[in-house]
């Protein structure tokens, strides 16, 4: 369902509507908690980032993989009341090459 926000973007602008969305982009835990709360009060979906610094193959400097993030992510959208159909995950200066 999330990939229908984006797409409804798309359209909006293909339509003269100009739309768009907020990115956060952050691995703390209380600006994912903040931005999950924002969302829940503002009914706006919430794309949440991390960079490749943050979360990585290797655990980054959170100690974190994607999959890890992502989990955690979706826990705490659950905990707090977030619609999983309003959470878009996505990632930031991705690449095979971390702190670099």
Known sequence: MSSMILKDIVIDHQQGRYTGITSICSANPWVIDASIQHA????????????SNQVNQEGGYTGQTPAQFAAMVRYRAEQLGLPSDRLILGGDHLGPNPWQ
């Open 40 to 51: 829940i009060a503002s009914g706006q979906p919430l794309l949440l980032e991390s960079t």
